[in-house]
């Protein structure tokens, strides 16, 4: 899935991003961010709270402005993009509408968009499909778990064929078993759609268990320090998170992180990054999947 | 239990209408038990003399009232509490609209917002009742549209502050993601900002369903039509046949329970996937 194309569907050049209020101080959330993502691929960004991975995430999706320098999606500025309705996007939390059932929530976005009812209606059997929740169209979401909740969300983002799925730490709030089933749900749906996903994560294992390129950022000021290529097989599965090379990527990154957070200063949210990652990767080795 | 009970990862089951009749027993037995026990109580007292001087009619004196006078007499009750949901409902209905109306402007525009927010969270902690003589004034005593002005008045607030929070209070995600649609701002409205303002308006309607006996009444107690439930209370007080008054208050709570009741009704109706709904069913 690595395979080398020119194309490249997002094009970050020159962003710099400041917050702050007049008179007061100046933060720096993101200064020279260049990055170009091609099509298909899958780009975690990595790195500690603050460091404005969020914030880039958001600026691709044109919900933020940047302060200087430009993001294109499909050759188009990113606000054209959204206008034409490139993105999809799944947030930490899933942001189903309570009043609307599963698949009610799925055809949110499609009858926005103006698709007449028979193609909303088989697309969101589709979707629903895809993410293995047929049974549950009736349902509101007050019925389902968190992670089918989510589950919902992802078919939402998908129903309408984005050419990005735009994913900010998607599977934060849960648990860590139904986080590495959620996981290979997203590679296998990755997989049949082909779409391009930019992640938001700050778990280690997670980021190299999907990733085509892992980008890690440090904080204060957010930047880019380090892309790790993960060239692990694929498909990958349960027995992916046993190999020695996920190992190696999983110290590679954490290493990676660990020199991003030389700048910062001691007790920097970087050890905690570091710290969390160990029992997931305990739970790996004990093949739990 | 059913094949459903066992549905993949733990989705839960609806219970069945059999545990659900147990459930709803158990949950209303200890209020019933204890009405039931203070009426008795309130019975012996009085029949005993405990009371002393005090003018207390029994339960089965105003229950022997209520029924004299339901319908004929110098205080037809039946008449008189239907004249006063009368008022009250339409005092409600224009309270409620005038209410709606001046949220969603407040939703929607900044400015009007910092200003009229705080003035409505304001005068609803006045004294409203004391406006009760001049409504009367100026809408006309026997009008029952002056009874109505009052509990417009009253409920006004209450709808005005939940629909604006209800309006404006959407988790900033959602908002999020109806830019990343490219939705405009009148579609966010229909789809995100006024489903989000449903439960609060039931909420404020409950609060304002009762309200709007209390300012009927009150509204009534200044002067008017002598056939509501207000006069009538003020009429055989100054009469001492405090069973007619009692008879008239407790058809006076009555209604106001019914009217309640119609609304939570009708919010399971409108809004059956509200979370306090869920909460709250026994």
């Known amino acids: ?289 | 239990m059913s094949v459903a009970a066992t549905t993949p990862r733990g989705v839960p089951v609806p219970p069945t209408r059999s545990s659900r009749w147990g459930r709803r027993v158990r949950f209303y037995a200890p209020t019933v038990l204890v009405f039931v026990t203070t009426v008795a109580l309130w019975e012996i007292a009085v029949r005993s003399g405990v009371t002393g001087g005090v003018p207390l009619p029994a339960p089965s004196q105003i229950a022997d009232a209520l029924a004299e006078n339901w319908a004929a007499g110098r205080w037809p009750l039946a008449k008189a509490a239907a004249a006063t949901l009368f008022e009250a409902i339409g005092g409600l209905v224009i309270g409620t609209v005038a209410g709606v109306l001046v949220a969603f402007a407040t939703a929607r525009y900044a400015t009007a917002r910092e200003l009229l927010l705080p003035l409505a969270i304001g005068a609803s902690a006045v004294p409203i009742i004391a406006l009760a003589p001049l409504m009367n004034n100026w809408f006309g005593v026997i009008n029952p549209l002056s009874k109505m002005m009052m509990v417009a008045v009253l409920v006004f607030f209450p709808i005005v502050v939940n629909v604006t929070r209800g309006l404006t209070q959407v988790e900033p995600a959602a908002l999020e993601l109806m830019r990343s649609y490219a939705a405009s701002e009148g579609t966010i409205l229909r789809v995100l900002r006024i489903p989000n303002a449903l439960p609060y308006f039931f909420t404020a309607l409950k609060v304002a369903a009762t309200l709007s006996l209390i300012g009927a009444i009150v509204g009534e107690y200044f002067g008017g039509s002598s056939d509501v439930l207000g006069r009538v209370v003020v009429q055989s007080a100054s009469a001492l046949r405090f069973d007619v008054t009692w008879a008239a208050i407790l058809l006076a709570a009555a209604t106001g329970i019914v009217f309640y009741l119609v609304i939570v009704a009708i919010e399971r109706l409108v809004i059956p996937w509200h979370a306090s709904l869920r909460a709250q069913e026994p």
């Open chain 1, 1 to 289: 899935m690595t395979a080398p194309t020119v194309d490249a569907v997002v094009r970050i050049s020159g962003v710099d991003k400041l917050f702050g209020a007049e008179g007061g101080a100046v933060t720096t959330a993101l200064q020279g961010i260049n990055l170009d993502i091609r099509r298909g691929e899958f780009v975690s960004l990595i790195g500690p709270s603050g460091c404005g991975k969020s914030t880039l995430l958001r600026i691709i999706g044109d919900l933020i402005q940047p302060t200087t320098g430009t993001v294109t999606v499909n050759g188009k500025l990113c606000a054209l993009a959204r206008r034409d309705r490139d993105y999809g996007m799944v947030f930490q939390a899933p942001v189903l509408f309570d009043w609307r059932t599963v698949e009610d929530n799925v055809k949110l976005p499609l009858e926005l968009m103006g698709w007449d009812k028979a193609r909303r209606d088989e697309r969101a059997r589709e979707m629903l499909g895809l993410v293995e929740l047929g049974d549950f169209m009736r349902h509101y979401p007050y019925q389902l778990s968190g992670g089918m909740q989510q589950r919902v969300a992802i078919a939402r983002a998908l129903s309408f064929e984005p050419s990005i799925l735009l994913m900010d730490e998607p599977f934060g709030a849960l648990d860590e078993m139904t986080r590495e089933r959620m996981n290979q749900e997203v590679l296998r749906i990755w997989e049949r759609t082909g779409i391009t996903v930019v992640f938001v994560t700050h778990s280690i294992p997670e980021a190299v268990f999907l990733s085509s390129r892992v980008v890690v950022m440090s904080a204060r000021p957010g930047r880019i320090t380090d892309i790790i290529e993960i060239d692990l097989p694929r498909p990958r599965d349960v027995d992916t998170r046993e190999q020695r090379r996920y190992f190696e990527l999983v110290t590679e990154v954490r290493e990676a992180l660990r020199r991003g957070g030389d700048h910062a200063e001691p007790g920097s949210p970087v050890e905690d990054v570091a710290a969390a990652a160990s029992p997931e990767r305990t739970m790996a080795e004990g093949g739990i999947g």
